[in-house]
């Protein structure tokens, strides 16, 4: 047996673990509290967006509209007077703005002032700022860039928020003569502009306190489930296994519900399982060791006297300890099997010869319990690559569940056969069947179901492993009444070259 090299296993630099803190982000308020952060977070930033939004818009749409209204007014006067006081002389261009100004019907609504060409106030509709220098930016522009020019702020004279508009006037040969300046006062636009924005912010306070308390209520119908969930785990993993949680929404909640009543229900099977499994296997256990114990004793005590039962007792007692061994053997392949450590010494044979060897060794065990075994092989070689001891463990366990379970119908049939790449081996017996609520679980570990036969119970479950390990399947069908069929299914190897491989090297 060629064995391969293992190879040099690198070393591991050992680094420190890390802590709980490090490994575990903190989360105050739980699942409620970061789902309120993360999504209120974001409603935060969109509702202030959407307030700076709402403000500046409503400031420009108000400020450009008396903007606008006051460049027309200005433009008007400016015309209006132009055409009609500035063709003669300088007198009749002051006459002719007073009468303007007083015939001017918005001086409830604006102040109209005309400003000369050095920047003073020659008339205007508020008799408080006659004669007095405006000092604002938009004058002096509009008299020296000769363009219209706006300005809003806190009027120098009159400490009141304004906004003003000043467009260069002309006499009637295009000469500045001065400038026509139109003040509103922006109180009363404030007022509303500071009303819809406050507006704003009580609809999106409004909003917000929706959106928390839509969330509280969305929060709330996960978390109770999700701690009701909690607590079942919690009583599952302190052993009350088979608890089951209410199904109330056919949503991802409730797919998690099913999961865990599937797991619970699974655990509370596996948990009788292995309960039945401790029982059965001490009563198994106990059987075979009274039977040695009583016989020894009793050959003791006898001493040679009896020769025939002298012989009667070793028989028994080797028979028990073939049987002890057997169960022994199992729970070990078993032990191996759950750890990972089954290991097959793999090579190229012939499992026909394996096979007739197991059906040779029952031949006679069950003619004795007046039973036949019938053994029927197609002709040729079937050669696998695999454990030929595993596998001839493999039809001992079929032969012997067989044997136990299909003692009713008095005979036993073992075949042999190949289907393109698959070598068949077929062992059915005329018992009572498996009932076909168990028949899914046979192969599963612990499970005996409705029988009350000997044995362990992972009997089958070690032959489903090995099978498995060298590439096959177990596949069995029953009916009650009928009996039951367990077929084996092995890859066969490839000996197309002509020649049968060397050994190969030992693997798990």
Same mark, same amino acid.
């Given at each position: 047996?060629?064995?391969?090299?293992?190879?040099?296993?690198?070393?591991?630099?050992?680094?420190?673990?890390?802590?709980?803190?490090?490994?575990?982000?903190?989360?105050?308020?739980?699942?409620?509290?970061?789902?309120?952060?993360?999504?209120?977070?974001?409603?935060?930033?969109?509702?202030?967006?959407?307030?700076?939004?709402?403000?500046?818009?409503?400031?420009?749409?108000?400020?450009?509209?008396?903007?606008?209204?006051?460049?027309?007014?200005?433009?008007?006067?400016?015309?209006?007077?132009?055409?009609?006081?500035?063709?003669?002389? $300088?007198?009749?261009?002051?006459?002719?703005?007073?009468?303007?100004?007083?015939?001017? &019907?918005?001086?409830?609504?604006?102040?109209?002032?005309?400003?000369?060409?050095?920047?003073?106030?020659?008339?205007?509709?508020?008799?408080?700022?006659?004669?007095?220098?405006?000092?604002?930016?938009?004058?002096?522009?509009?008299?020296?860039?000769?363009?219209?020019?706006?300005?809003?702020?806190?009027?120098?004279?009159?400490?009141?928020?304004?906004?003003?508009?000043?467009?260069?006037?002309?006499?009637?040969?295009?000469?500045?003569?001065?400038?026509?300046?139109?003040?509103?006062?922006?109180?009363?636009?404030?007022?509303?502009?500071?009303?819809?924005?406050?507006?704003?912010?009580?609809?999106?306070?409004?909003?917000?306190?929706?959106?928390?308390?839509?969330?509280?209520?969305?929060?709330?119908?996960?978390?109770?489930?999700?701690?009701?969930?909690?607590?079942?785990?919690?009583?599952?993993?302190?052993?009350?296994?088979?608890?089951?949680?209410?199904?109330?929404?056919?949503?991802?909640?409730?797919?998690?519900?099913?999961?865990?009543?599937?797991?619970?229900?699974?655990?509370?099977?596996?948990?009788?399982?292995?309960?039945?499994?401790?029982?059965?296997?001490?009563?198994?256990?106990?059987?075979?060791?009274?039977?040695?114990?009583?016989?020894?004793?009793?050959?003791?005590?006898?001493?040679?006297?009896?020769?025939?039962?002298?012989?009667?007792?070793?028989?028994?007692?080797?028979?028990?300890?073939?049987?002890?061994?057997?169960?022994?053997?199992?729970?070990?392949?078993?032990?191996?099997?759950?750890?990972?450590?089954?290991?097959?010494?793999? &090579?190229?044979?012939?499992?026909?010869?394996?096979?007739?060897?197991?059906?040779?060794?029952?031949?006679?065990?069950?003619?004795?319990?007046?039973?036949?075994?019938? $053994?029927?092989?197609?002709?040729?070689?079937?050669?696998?690559?695999?454990?030929?001891?595993?596998?001839?463990?493999?039809?001992?366990?079929?032969?012997?569940?067989?044997?136990?379970?299909?003692?009713?119908?008095?005979?036993?049939?073992?075949?042999?056969?190949?289907?393109?790449?698959?070598?068949?081996?077929?062992?059915?017996?005329?018992?009572?069947?498996?009932?076909?609520?168990?028949?899914?679980?046979?192969?599963?570990?612990?499970?005996?179901?409705?029988?009350?036969?000997?044995?362990?119970?992972?009997?089958?479950?070690?032959?489903?492993?090995?099978?498995?390990?060298?590439?096959?399947?177990?596949?069995?069908?029953?009916?009650?009444?009928?009996?039951?069929?367990?077929?084996?299914?092995?890859?066969?190897?490839?000996?197309?070259?002509?020649?049968?491989?060397?050994?190969?090297?030992?693997?798990?």
């Amino acid at each position: 047996m060629k064995y391969r090299k293992k190879p040099a296993k690198p070393r591991v630099t050992a680094t420190a673990a890390p802590s709980a803190e490090e490994r575990v982000q903190h989360a105050p308020g739980g699942l409620k509290g970061r789902w309120l952060v993360n999504s209120l977070s974001f409603v935060l930033v969109i509702l202030a967006l959407i307030i700076i939004f709402v403000s500046v818009g409503i400031s420009n749409y108000y400020y450009s509209t008396i903007r606008e209204n006051l460049k027309s007014r200005a433009h008007n006067a400016a015309i209006s007077v132009r055409d009609n006081y500035t063709e003669t002389s $300088y007198d009749q261009y002051y006459n002719g703005i007073g009468q303007y100004v007083l015939g001017y &019907e918005d001086k409830d609504k604006v102040e109209l002032q005309f400003i000369d060409s050095n920047g003073r106030i020659l008339r205007s509709t508020s008799a408080l700022t006659a004669d007095s220098n405006p000092s604002t930016e938009d004058v002096f522009r509009a008299l020296t860039e000769e363009a219209v020019c706006s300005w809003s702020g806190e009027d120098p004279m009159t400490r009141e928020r304004v906004m003003s508009v000043s467009e260069p006037m002309y006499s009637s040969r295009d000469d500045l003569i001065g400038a026509v300046r139109v003040v509103s006062s922006l109180k009363i636009a404030e007022s509303q502009i500071t009303i819809v924005i406050m507006s704003a912010i009580a609809a999106c306070l409004l909003f917000l306190v929706l959106v928390i308390a839509s969330n509280s209520y969305f929060i709330r119908s996960i978390l109770l489930p999700v701690t009701r969930i909690n607590e079942i785990a919690r009583q599952i993993a302190a052993g009350q296994y088979g608890m089951r949680l209410h199904k109330a929404y056919d949503d991802e909640i409730g797919e998690l519900c099913d999961t865990i009543n599937h797991m619970s229900d699974e655990i509370a099977r596996a948990e009788r399982m292995k309960n039945d499994f401790i029982s059965s296997v001490s009563h198994e256990l106990r059987t075979p060791l009274t039977a040695i114990a009583g016989w020894s004793e009793t050959l003791a005590a006898v001493g040679a006297q009896d020769p025939e039962e002298v012989m009667q007792g070793l028989d028994i007692i080797q028979k028990e300890s073939c049987r002890l061994t057997q169960m022994v053997e199992e729970l070990l392949d078993f032990a191996r099997i759950e750890s990972g450590r089954m290991k097959l010494e793999m &090579e190229v044979f012939d499992v026909s010869l394996e096979l007739y060897e197991a059906v040779y060794m029952y031949e006679n065990l069950l003619r004795s319990a007046d039973m036949t075994l019938h $053994y029927s092989k197609e002709p040729g070689h079937y050669f696998i690559s695999g454990d030929r001891h595993r596998m001839k463990q493999v039809f001992l366990n079929i032969i012997d569940n067989a044997a136990k379970y299909g003692k009713q119908g008095g005979k036993i049939e073992v075949s042999l056969s190949r289907e393109e790449n698959m070598i068949i081996v077929c062992v059915r017996d005329w018992g009572s069947g498996i009932p076909e609520a168990e028949l899914p679980f046979v192969k599963e570990k612990f499970y005996k179901g409705s029988s009350k036969q000997r044995g362990s119970g992972i009997g089958l479950a070690v032959t489903d492993e090995i099978v498995t390990m060298h590439g096959g399947t177990v596949d069995i069908t029953s009916k009650q009444g009928t009996g039951t069929a367990v077929y084996v299914r092995i890859p066969a190897a490839d000996t197309s070259a002509g020649t049968i491989p060397e050994p190969l090297e030992e693997i798990e």
